[in-house]
């Protein structure tokens, strides 16, 4: 089936850690996304990419680092710089200008 | 004032109602609207995708534009306890630029058995 895969869905950071969270996807999607979600602040843009090999900073990038060397893959690292990495990121993919995103299924991080 | 304002919740409606979900915002240079509804630990799904102003219609979902007003609106007929979720409005503008949506906090939805 086509979609949006990340993983894992649960992931626990340690202080002073780096983790990589995974979006793959096999839509053939040009545009790739990762929001933040927090309890009532709505979905935040951390980075997001139109094609492979580029991306651009979104309105809360500070602390987080991405890569796009794959045209289906858009992993997202979230550094020891982010101190408050707690909440709920969402990856999204859409096809081109003017349409609409999808969203995968979510990864949970949480400090430990 | 922020570029998109939404009623966060919850509203709760029984069984069989009619359900209003609404957003209204400032930048008038908004084109593209669109409705996702998210259900708990799960990520936004997208319901309906508009262009402009007017109605879009798909099985028990009505979307409209009035962009005279800035103002969107989802209905939902025949209301089943699986609409219990947390609706989302997005917009862009056309064309993109940046290539990027702007989200309302969402309305969280309970339908009531």
């Known amino acids: 089936d086509g979609g949006i895969t990340q993983s894992p869905k649960y992931l626990f950071r340690k202080e002073g850690q780096n983790v990589t969270l995974s979006c793959e996807q096999n839509l053939n999607h040009d545009a790739m996304y990762w929001y933040r979600q927090d309890p009532g602040q709505g979905l935040r843009l951390i980075y997001y990419s139109q094609i492979v090999n580029d991306f651009q900073k979104g309105d809360i990038a500070e602390g987080y680092s991405v890569s796009r060397e794959k045209k289906e893959s858009f992993p997202l690292t979230v550094t020891s710089a982010q101190k408050n990495p707690t909440a709920f990121y969402l990856c999204?993919?859409?096809?081109?200008?003017?349409?609409?995103?999808?969203f995968g299924d979510g990864t949970r991080l949480s400090i430990l | 004032q922020k570029e998109v304002e939404q009623d966060p919740g919850p509203l709760s409606v029984p069984e069989g109602a009619i359900v209003s979900l609404n957003c209204t915002y400032s930048n008038s240079a908004f084109q593209y609207f669109m409705w996702y509804r998210q259900y708990s630990r799960k990520g936004p799904e997208l319901l309906m995708y508009t262009y402009s102003s007017g109605n879009k219609e798909d099985g028990r979902f009505t979307a409209q534009v009035d962009k005279s007003s800035k103002y969107i609106s989802l209905f939902i007929r025949d209301s089943q306890p699986s609409d219990s979720a947390t609706y989302l409005c997005?917009?862009?503008?056309?064309?993109?630029?940046?290539?990027?949506?702007?989200f309302g906090k969402g309305t969280h939805l309970i339908i009531q058995p």
């Open positions: 999204a993919s859409k096809r081109g200008q003017g349409q609409p995103q999808h």
């Open positions: 997005a917009m862009t503008t056309y064309p993109p630029r940046p290539d990027r949506l702007t």
